[in-house]
């Protein structure tokens, strides 16, 4: 069974970073597409980057350039390293596993099988 267990949430400055991990069991980081998704209150929980087999990284729009996703293999833990943050980043980020759909829906929510259950990200002005 497949298990994801998120970490590495709290509070941060607007311009400060956090290192978020999703710590994988029953599964190996070197053969399972991941990413990372976010949902804050009152809106759909939306895609922030994701990682391939084949090492694609694709990252949304209003994380590019702030945000990297890297695994790492002896650990069998992913990360999402976060920087500049700004307010409208507060929310609470899921890792998600096992990509089942098309190249287009690499940050589609439905097109992974297994999630997390969050780690909570606030961030302050």
């Known amino acids: 069974q497949v298990r994801l267990v998120e970490s590495g949430g709290g509070s941060a400055q607007s311009g400060g970073s956090l290192r978020l991990s999703c710590a994988v069991s029953g599964a190996s980081v070197k053969t399972a597409s991941m990413a990372w998704f976010r949902q804050a209150p009152g809106k759909e929980r939306e895609g922030v980057a994701s990682f391939s087999v084949v090492q694609t990284i694709e990252y949304s729009d209003a994380v590019k350039g702030r945000a990297s996703i890297s695994r790492d293999i002896a650990s069998n833990t992913v990360h999402l390293q976060m920087n500049s943050l700004k307010p409208e980043d507060t929310a609470m980020y899921l890792c998600?596993?096992?990509?089942?759909?098309?190249?287009?829906?690499?940050?589609?929510?439905?097109?992974?099988?297994?999630w997390g259950q969050g780690t909570q990200v606030t961030v302050s002005s």
């Open positions: 998600a596993s096992h990509f089942r759909g098309a190249e287009s829906e690499r940050l589609s929510r439905a097109a992974y099988s297994y």
